[in-house]
């Protein structure tokens, strides 16, 4: 067998650096996919934290509440 053609070399490389970057583009877009997903979920459970902390708060000023209440 003799050496390939330069064109159809060329042809190749140029397929090949075709398929490299859409692979990129899909790797990159996959990623940020699972970050913001990751970010979502975090946001998420600091938020349920937030309302919990805000439902204790509330109990505690209720009970001071009741307490001056009393106190007058």
């Not at 899909?26 to 998420?44: E, F, H, L, T, V």
């Amino acid at each position: 067998m003799s050496e390939a053609p330069p064109f159809v070399m060329l042809t190749i490389l140029m397929l090949v650096t075709v398929l490299l970057i859409f692979a990129m583009k899909y790797a990159a877009q996959a990623m940020r996919a699972r970050s913001d997903a990751a970010q979502a979920a975090q946001a998420s459970a600091e938020l349920i934290a937030i309302r919990d902390e805000l439902k204790a708060m509330d109990g505690r000023l209720t009970r001071i509440e009741s307490l001056l209440r009393e106190v007058e």
